[in-house]
């Protein structure tokens, strides 16, 4: 069993970070935007707000109002701008209403802010 001291624990939590950025597409932005979902359940259209947690041009991390299954095509509504796009629910946090988004088609401008 391995054992942490305070600075092997922050080096191996850098490392970790490094890691994963590197394994990201784009960059991200920290931004809170509202955004509402929209996705078919059977013959059940569903919708639910949410807000971002961040942002990038391939997707976003956001909080939602609901519980949307993983896989789930979507489609994001921005209230403020009226902009729309589609995408899919690529990740799910250990809360129900935490998703990862992955846009259909990457678009730099389409949150509205700089990344």
Do not use: Y
Not at 6 to 27: F, G, I, V
Not at 87 to 95: A, C, L, N
């Amino acid at each position: 069993m391995s054992t942490f001291t305070p600075d092997t624990l922050a080096e191996h939590n850098k490392q970790l970070a490094e890691r994963w950025a590197s394994m990201r597409s784009h960059k991200r932005a920290t931004a809170s935007l509202r955004l509402r979902l929209e996705w078919d359940e059977g013959e059940a259209r569903r919708t639910a707000n949410g807000l971002t947690v961040d942002v990038s041009h391939s997707g976003c991390m956001a909080v939602i109002g609901a519980d949307v299954p993983l896989r789930r095509q979507v489609k994001l509504v921005l209230p403020e701008t009226g902009r729309s796009t589609s995408g899919e629910v690529v990740w799910r946090g250990h809360e129900a209403w935490e998703v990862g988004i992955a846009l259909d088609q990457p678009d730099a401008g389409f949150w509205g802010v700089k990344i």
